[in-house]
């Protein structure tokens, strides 16, 4: 039997506020354990929340990007369950009355642009982490909490069970992923664990119209762990159902290491989290212009982007994707493309030589400045400078910061054209290299780069290859 | 006359006027405390050293000449559920035992700011959840009036550390009637604020929608001193009122001209003592006789009150003490797994009350359960408080009982939850509307024990019942309102319980 794949995700990520949802106390990743902690993040007796405004901005912030409806009036609720990586036994959450209603993605996916719908979007507090003795959280003997992180605002985004494969999965949070940090609202590190994603799996006979039982697959630490969990997760469910079986409703875990799925507790119904309306906080009431004025505000999202770069820069397709990848590199191709008419000369540059350098120094594109690159190009384009200089001076502008232009000055890496400056060089070659020369004139095409790398040579690799291959023809 | 038997009023005057200083003002408590309360058994964690040195400071402080607060050197005690930093807190619980908190409540921190000595903490029914302070895990405390009585609850520590002169002022926590109800066994005055006009923070929570801190005083005037102390917005608690907050002790003369008092009228009296009864009749006639205008006010949803608040305090609660599981502090018992861990903490850490709320709770909030009761019981608190914008369209101050009865005998009703329940059942829907609320001695019971009435006024009321509180000292005549105490000047009077 041919089956469908089902798969919803349900994707936290933690907004780029510098303080906790209801405390002062800082949010920065990597402190030593428990430090950034307050009677309130700790739950301690008789502490209450406050809300903080910021994490209200960037939720809306972030809602709105996602073509949420934004809801004026919303409620936190409690979540209850005993857990020691959470201070107070209950979680602030939403429930019945979430901060966004619906929303959708639009993405690319196999077999064109398709919209993925999102159920909800709403506000709810981060958790402490457990580091557990041993390197799993099976059979470990003893855990330690660290609470810095408990507190932090998190935005919960949950899909319909529209995805039907783990690529489109991977293809989905990337998206995602990349509309998130355009919006601002989270830096979205999945190593950091600022961004993480569980997913709700099942398959289906092909053409049914029931979801059949589901898995909900936990740790998933990367966009490729996501894929491989839920491929992984598709040939295990297929084989339970193929052989007769049924799948029974379980949450597991992805064991990176072995590359399978792991079952960590079974699940008899939904878990009774006794939610109730939280009452140490006043409902969330949200002025109309406060909403209109963060939509005023949001800026240009990758997929409308996308679209205009190829229309105004006349850019293909790929091209365009990977400029807005994130908001950073579009920022940079546009405000070089200002001062730059070969705009697809200048993505390819970007895409090449730029992003290599800076993978390589380990740089960051904020800290190159657009119109250096551009003065390179430009000395470039009117054969001032020679390709391979180009390169080297791209590579030392990134690492080093040199400017370029000053560069070319003051080493004198000027391009050495023209008949008057080149033949005197190509002449003593000429003179010093006769055998080579003996070996073009029999007909070893060979012998001719050799002279040119002769010449380069001699005149520092600034000689114009193109000038420098017709004199030396038009001498030998 | 002994120091320990003024009123804060007096003894905030005789300070300053120097008549007297801090010290011999907080020796004289504490020398009552030393004399009394190894039998009555008020105070969880008595703080001597401590109070002294305050004392000490404000009388440094009042010789160089510093502007000080009107209640500074005026001892207080503060009921154990209030958090005080670096001193032990321990809501009565077994699982906080040795809970010291890093931090202090607002009101806490409001009292320490005006020089206030804290004599010590006072003892409660635990984490609040009782009408006796017999649900306190360390020991039950006694009626000054009758040592054989319960004083109340669950604010019995304060009510009768400031009844037996062990301090002039307490801070209590109301959440339905423990402060109204033990303030009327026990003959002192007791506030229950409008919710959200004193801070939570720092007030451990048994029922956040329904906890709010209060006083426990002699009179209305005391109280209004210590309520200018702590009310107003608090920006840590959400919850908390914004607004201005008037000077209370402005304004109390007692005048009753053409005020509308609605006396509550039960649907059923059942378990109410006739004497009761015939106090509030009592000072109805009073009230009229000095140009109120007074009729009848029938407050139909009273039965249906004390179910609702018995499903809405025990859910928040269950919620609310999830928190002691034994990982972060307080009490923690070991486990070979994290289940077990919990489960022993929780089971050896709370008491037969606690256990029995945290059920109830848990069970009402459950899936399947929650449109029956949990929900249910929120629709009921709406229309109470529907009847009661309804009530104070026609009436200014509701007039009724605070307790149904005087002092019950320890013991009597531990053995019975439902019984013991019904004790706040003159309270409860005050709790509920979230309305002001005070207890006021009214008389006594023909066998000598107080009897208290009870004012409910609109939101923010506050002063209303304050000066119609006084109008009843005033016309209250020439009794004692001091228990005589003769049992333990006796030596210690029957035997313990």
């Known amino acids: 039997m041919q089956y469908e794949v089902v ?21 920065t990743f990597g402190g030593e354990p428990n430090s950034n902690c307050c009677p309130v993040c700790l739950g301690l007796p008789g502490s209450l929340p406050v809300f903080n405004r910021r994490a209200v901005e960037l939720a809306v912030t972030a809602a709105l990007a996602l073509n949420s409806e934004v809801q004026l009036r919303s409620r936190f609720d409690r979540k209850n369950y005993f857990y020691p990586d959470l201070p107070k036994a209950y979680q602030i959450s939403q429930y019945d009355q979430p901060l966004g209603r619906g929303g959708y993605l639009e993405v690319e996916l196999t077999g064109g642009k398709r919209r993925v719908n999102l159920e909800r979007v709403h506000l709810e507090e981060e958790a402490g982490k457990l580091v557990h003795a041993g390197d799993s959280i099976i059979g ?114 992805w064991d990176e290491a072995k590359k399978q799925t792991i079952t960590l507790r079974g699940k008899e119904g939904s878990s009774d989290y006794r939610y109730f309306p939280e009452p140490d906080l006043l409902p969330l009431v949200l002025e109309k212009t406060f909403v209109e004025n963060l939509a005023h505000q949001l800026p240009e999202l990758p997929a409308t982007r996308r679209e205009r770069l190829q229309e105004q820069y006349g850019l293909e397709k790929e091209e365009a994707l990977l400029l807005t990848s994130n908001r950073e590199l579009g920022d940079f191709f546009e405000a070089a493309a200002k001062q730059y008419p070969g705009y697809r000369h200048l993505a390819n540059w970007i895409q090449g030589d730029l992003l290599y350098q800076l993978r390589e120094s380990g740089k960051r594109l904020n800290e190159i400045e657009p119109g250096l690159l551009v003065d390179l190009l430009l000395r470039l384009d009117e054969g001032r400078i020679n390709r391979p200089v180009a390169k080297e001076l791209l590579a030392e ?46 007909g070893k095409k060979k012998a001719l780069a050799f002279l040119v790398g002769r010449v380069m040579a001699a005149t520092e690799g600034r000689a114009d290859p193109a000038e420098l291959n017709r004199l030396l023809q038009e001498k030998i | 006359m002994q120091l320990y038997e003024h009123t804060a009023a007096e003894l905030s005057r005789m300070l300053q006027s120097r008549e007297v200083s801090s010290v011999e003002v907080v020796r004289s408590f504490l020398e009552r405390i030393d004399q009394v309360d190894s039998y009555l058994k008020a105070f969880i964690t008595q703080t001597p050293v401590t109070a002294l040195d305050t004392a000490g400071e404000i009388d440094s402080g009042r010789m160089r000449g510093e502007n000080l607060h009107p209640l500074a050197g005026v001892p207080v005690a503060i009921k154990d559920n209030i958090s005080t930093m670096d001193l032990r807190t321990t809501c009565a619980s077994r699982i906080l035992e040795n809970y010291i908190p890093p931090f202090d ?51 019995g520590g304060s009510a009768v550390a400031v009844a037996a002169g062990m301090a002039p002022l307490a801070l209590g926590s109301d959440t339905g009637g423990s402060i109204r109800q033990p303030a009327s ?18 007030l451990v929570a048994f029922a956040s929608s329904l906890d709010q801190i209060g006083t426990v005083s002699l009179n209305a005037f005391d109280c209004a001193l210590l309520l200018n102390l702590v009310a107003g917005h608090d920006p840590l608690d959400s919850t908390s009122l914004p607004g201005a907050v008037p000077d209370y002790t402005a304004g109390l003369e007692p005048g009753t001209k053409g005020l509308r008092v609605g006396v509550i009228s039960y649907s059923s009296t059942e378990g109410f003592d006739p004497e009761v009864t015939e106090t509030v009749q009592k000072a109805a006639a009073l009230l009229e006789e000095h140009g109120a205008e007074v009729g009848e006010v029938s407050l139909s949803l009273t039965d249906y009150g004390l179910s609702a608040y018995y499903l809405i305090a ?140 009870q004012l409910t006024a609109r939101p923010l009321q506050e002063q209303l019942l304050l000066k119609t509180a006084r109008f009843f000292e005033a016309y209250r005549g020439q009794v004692s309102l001091r228990p005589g105490l003769e049992f333990i000047e006796k030596g210690g009077g029957s035997s313990a319980v």
């Open chain 1, 397 to 442: 502008m990134v690492q080093s910061g040199i400017d370029p232009k000053e560069a070319i000055k003051e080493r004198g890496l000027e391009q050495i054209t023209g008949r008057d400056n080149l033949l005197p060089v190509i002449e003593e070659v000429i003179a010093n290299n006769p055998e080579a020369v003996d070996n073009y004139r029999q």
């Open chain 2, 314 to 453: 025990p859910s928040e609660a269950s919620s609310n003490l999830g928190r002691y599981d034994g990982i972060r502090y307080g009490y923690s018992a070991a486990g070979d797994n994290i289940e077990t861990m919990f489960s022993r903490t929780r089971g050896e850490g709370f008491g037969p009350e606690v256990k029995r709320r945290v059920m109830i709770g848990t069970y009402a909030l459950s899936a399947g359960y929650y449109d029956a009761y949990y929900l249910k019981a929120m629709q009921v608190r709406t229309l109470i408080r529907r009847e009661y914008e309804k009530a104070f369209k026609k009436f200014d101050l509701l007039l009724g009982a605070a307790s149904p009865t005087p002092a019950f005998k320890i013991g009597e009703k531990i053995g019975d939850p439902l019984q013991m329940y019904l004790s706040d059942v003159c309270n409860i829907t005050d709790s509920l509307a979230g309305v002001p609320s005070l207890a006021v001695p009214g008389g006594f019971h023909s066998s000598g024990l107080p009897l208290g009435l």
């Open chain 1, 140 to 253: 470990a003997g003893h855990s330690m909490a660290d609470y810095n992180r408990a507190g932090i605002p998190l935005l919960e985004i949950v899909t319909a069970p529209e995805l039907h494969s783990g690529q489109e999965a991977r293809t989905f949070l990337e998206d995602l992923r990349s509309l998130l940090l355009y919006s601002g609202a989270s830096d979205c590190k999945m190593e950091e664990g600022s961004l993480r994603c569980d997913a709700n799996i099942s398959l289906r006979p092909e053409g049914s119209s029931k979801l059949g039982t589901r898995a909900e697959v936990k740790n998933m630490n990367s966009f490729r762990s996501v894929e491989l969990a839920l491929d992984y997760e598709v040939r295990r469910q297929e084989q339970v159902l193929s052989e007769g079986g049924t799948v029974v409703q379980e949450t597991c875990h």
């Open chain 2, 185 to 202: 066994l026990c003959g002192v005055t007791g506030l229950r604020p409008t919710y959200g006009r004193v801070s939570r923070y720092g």
């Open chain 2, 105 to 155: 409540a607002t009101a806490a921190a409001a009292v320490k700011r005006a020089g206030m000595p804290i004599l010590g903490k006072t003892n409660l029914d635990e984490f609040a959840m009782g009408s006796s302070t017999e649900n306190s895990a360390f020991f039950p405390t006694r009626n000054p009036w009758d040592p054989q009585r319960v004083p109340g609850g669950s604010s």
């Open chain 1, 7 to 27: 798969i919803g995700l349900e994707i936290h990520v933690e907004l780029m506020t510098a303080s906790k949802l209801f405390c002062g106390c800082s949010t």
